[in-house]
Every structure is written in C-alpha cells, then in structure tokens.
C-alpha cells in the first residue's frame, strides 16, 4: 500500500511539474503572440505608463505580499521642446523671394470723376509659394579643332588645337551630371524605384528604361568607387564604430528570386562631427564578413547580441542596452497595474530604465559643451556604475530560480551574458548606451530595399552598399544630397582617381565642401 501511494505520489509530482511547464509555455506563446500584435499594430515605444508603476521602485526580491505596498514615487522633469506650430515664414526663410508689385498704369492713376492724379493710402503683400516644373533637354556640345596653316606649310606640321566638351562622370553616356545624382537621389534617398521613374520621366518626354536607369546607377557607383574606399579607409582609423546587419533577397542569375538570404551590414562611426556611414554587401551573415571588414581596427565596436561579431579580433566589444531593455520590455508591456507590481521582469526593466535616465539628463544638460565627453564619463563612474553593478546581480540571482523555457529566463539568460560589457561603456564618455544610431542609419535602405533590385542582381546590390553609403554619410553630415551628389560628379569627373589629396576635399565629411551644399538652419 505505502509502495501504492508513493508511486501515486511520484506521478502526482510528475503530472504536477509537467502542467507547470505547459503553464509556462502557454504564458509564453501568449506573450509572442501579444507581442507580434503589438509590433504590427501598436506603438513601437518601449515605454510603460506612469499611472500603472514607477520604473524607478523596484520589486524587492525578499518583498513580503503581506506587508501593505510603498507609495509610488512618480519622477517628472523638464525639457525644452521646440514648438511644431511653426509659422509659414519660418518655414520659408532661406527660399529666394521675388517681391512683384501691381500698380495701376500711368494712364490709370488719374481719379475717373475729376482726374485728379491718385495716391497710394496702403498695401496688402500675400505670399504665394511657386513650383518650377522640371525639365529635359538635350544639350549637343560640338567640339572644333583649329590648325595653323602657316606652320604646316613651313614645318610640314599643322600646330592643331582643339576645344574640349565638359566632362561628366560616365563619359560614354548621354546622362549628364544632373540627370545622373537626380536619379539616384530620387531611388535612394527617396525609395522611388526605377519602373516608376520610367514613367516619371516618360511624362517629361524621355524615353529611359529601367535597363538603362540601372545602368547608369551601376556606372556611377563603379566610378565612385575610390570615395566609397576612402571613406571606409577613414573610418577604421576612428576609435569607435558601431555595426548592424539586415537581411535582404536578391535576383539569381536567370533573374528569379533567390531562396538564400543575403545580408546587408552596416558600420558607423557615431561621432558628433563627420560621422561615417560605410554599407557592405554579404552573401552570409558568418562571422567572417564583421572578421574581414574591420580587418586592422583595434578600438571598440558596439553590436547587438549577435555571436557573430565576436570573430572579430583586437576589439574592445561593447553591447547594445537596448536590446536587453527590450527582452524585459516584452514581458511586462501586456502586464496590469496589480500583475506588474509583482513583476520579476519589471526589475530589469527599472535598472535600464534608471541607466537611460542618466543618459537624458546628461544630454539635456551639458550636450552643447565642448567637454561633454569627460562630464558623461565622470557623471557614468559617479551613477551608472552603481546601477550596472547592480543589475548583473540582480540577473545572477534571477537566473537561478527562473524557469529556462519562461519568457523571464530567456530575457535573463540574452541578458547574462551580454551585461558585463556594459562596464566598457564606463572607459569613455564618447561611447554611447546603445546601438540604435546604427538601426536608424540602417531604416533608409529596410525601407527603400524592396525596390533597389536590378537584373544583375550581385552587381545592383554592391552598387547599392556604395550609394547608400555616400548618401547616408552626406545626409548625416547635414548636407542636401542631391546638390552634395552634383558636386562630387562635377568635380570627381575632373579630378585624377588616384590622387588622395584631391578626393579627401570631395569625400561628405570634408571641411573643404562649399557652405551651399549644406541643409541651411532655420
């Protein structure tokens, strides 16, 4: 009988565990599934209600349920924020003005009952905002060469002299400079894919095929290809750099879909001043490809939590905060009031909450100042490092008593491993909490990659790593594109490829770029 109940007792346990553990999976799947919801539906801030808890209480690990709750400590701050209404003028202002004035005739400024002649007794202005259509035109250049007579009939040598046509950047097409950087300015910059500028420029009265469009992109980015080469020359000698990848698919050789994923990686050097944008075409996303590029960079590299970047060699590694907010973020934002006041989760989330306080505050007060750097970095050793410490506590302890397959011990265990390099982040003020300067540096081409492909698929996705690189760079250095893409064509076209000096004054981080090729402040 006492073997009886035993063996009853055993499968109880058994049976117990095992409804315990399907708890845990459902709980699980319903958070994936609110979460999917939430991404394709709801709002994509990571941030939780005030009304519901404050971040910065934390859910003491030997809390007693019993003992009534704290009061809720709600933190509020100031920031100055520019208004939206702003006025048409505002807007305006660095628009040229034509100031055209209607008068009467001189035959009109005579009064009709007695002529006498009329005054002026007020004026109204209004300002009407014009639109000059674009246009196209051929422009033939005809070139002459001139011989000298006399000398050949002395000499038996004519002395000839010929004039020269302008150079443009692919010098065997027809498409000038403008046409070319308003092309890609219009693909890159502005996700309108070829087809459509087909008709685009169809309704001008040109007929360009996409073929031939592709061509030209392809042509400008085989020519620029010492720019793209110097910028990433320039870029792996900064002390910082931060990396990114996305995937993409490609047209095989017969022109069909590929089934294998390509990847698109991203490196940027997020400096305040001339920052760098370099894009690289892989095939894969191994390891080799971070391993190969930044090939002779020794600083720090800041990711996500992709193993991958970890082939890289003689780097410091620096993770990203936020995706390890983001793991605890899931959790907690499907919670309610009563359920995220017990949270485990709502823990990890306070600490990076707190760390990303730290890091406002310090912006908000002392980003226009020269020694910004060293007061975020004394400022971090003063209150992060506190915080930091604490939080790799915190999920060592956690991370014993979680059950692994919960969507707290996945969260615990992406964060474990990854936490102890946030103390690089103490080494420097000049590196960031996160790597999210890089996912937006890397929106532009997830949002324009549905319509960049060409029919040589390999060729248009490496055009398009150098393109998207020199746009993004010129935009992030404040410049406007298309008027920055003219001028480099202009003058790269007349300069010699190999001379370095020259191509560094081109190159969108330059201090030698005219002041017009700049986005003009308000």
């Known amino acids: 009988m006492e073997e009886e109940l035993e063996a009853r007792d055993n499968e109880i346990k058994s049976k117990d565990k095992e409804i315990a553990d399907l708890k845990n999976e459902l709980a699980y799947l319903k958070g994936q599934v609110l979460n999917k919801n939430r991404k394709i539906f709801g709002s994509s801030s990571e941030q939780t209600s005030s009304m519901q808890v404050s971040f910065f209480d934390e859910a003491e690990k030997e809390s007693n349920l019993k003992v009534a709750d704290p009061t809720i400590e709600e933190i509020t701050y100031t920031r100055s924020k520019s208004s939206k209404n702003t006025g048409k003028k505002d807007n305006l202002a660095n628009l040229e003005k034509v100031v055209i004035e209607h008068k009467l005739d001189e035959n009109q400024q005579s009064c009709s009952d007695c002529s006498s002649d009329l005054v002026v007794i007020g004026k109204k202005s209004k300002e009407i905002l014009k639109y000059i259509p674009a246009k196209l035109y051929v422009e033939e250049h005809v070139t002459y060469s001139y011989a000298c007579r006399s000398c050949e009939e002395s000499n038996d040598k004519a002395n ?307 393109i998207y690189s020199i746009i993004e760079t010129a935009r992030n250095n404040n410049l406007v594109v298309e008027k920055y893409l003219l001028y480099l064509m202009n003058h790269f076209s007349n300069v010699d490829p190999q001379d370095k000096e020259s191509l560094l004054k081109l190159l969108p981080f330059s201090k030698d770029l005219p002041e017009d090729l700049k986005v003009q402040a308000k």
């Open 160 to 466: 000839i002299t010929t004039t020269k046509a302008p150079k443009t950047l692919l010098h065997k097409s027809m498409a000038s400079n403008e046409l070319l950087s308003h092309v890609i300015n219009l693909k890159y910059q502005h996700a309108l894919p070829l087809n459509r500028q087909e008709s685009y420029f169809k309704m001008m009265g040109a007929n360009l095929s996409r073929q031939t469009l592709a061509n030209w992109v392809i042509g400008a980015a085989h020519e620029l290809e010492p720019i793209y080469q110097l910028m990433k020359e320039k870029l792996l000698k900064r002390d910082y750099i931060q990396a990114d990848e996305t995937v993409l698919k490609v047209l095989d050789d017969r022109g069909k879909e590929s089934n294998k994923q390509k990847y698109m990686w991203l490196y940027k050097s997020p400096d305040k001043d001339q920052p760098i944008i370099i894009y690289d075409y892989q095939k894969t996303r191994s390891g080799s490809c971070p391993k190969g590029f930044l090939s002779g960079f020794s600083k720090y590299i800041q990711t996500d939590g992709y193993a991958g970047y970890n082939k890289v060699e003689n780097v410091k590694r620096l993770y990203c905060l936020a995706h390890i907010r983001r793991k605890f973020h899931e959790i907690i934002v499907n919670l309610d009031e009563e359920a995220l006041k017990s949270s485990r989760a709502l823990i990890g989330f306070n600490y990076c909450a707190q760390l990303y306080k730290i890091e406002k505050d310090l912006k908000e007060q002392h980003s226009g100042k020269e020694d910004f750097y060293e007061r975020r970095y004394k400022k971090r050793l003063e209150a992060s490092k506190p915080i930091i410490e604490e939080f790799i506590a915190y999920v060592d302890r956690e991370i014993e008593e979680a059950v692994p397959k919960s969507a707290l011990g996945k969260a615990l265990a992406y964060a474990k491993p990854l936490l102890p390099s946030l103390k690089v982040l103490l080494e420097d003020g000049s590196l960031e909490i996160d790597n999210n300067a890089a996912e937006r540096s890397i929106r532009p081409f997830v949002v324009g990659r549905s319509n960049w492909l060409f029919s040589a698929s390999t060729k248009g996705a490496e055009s398009s790593a150098l």
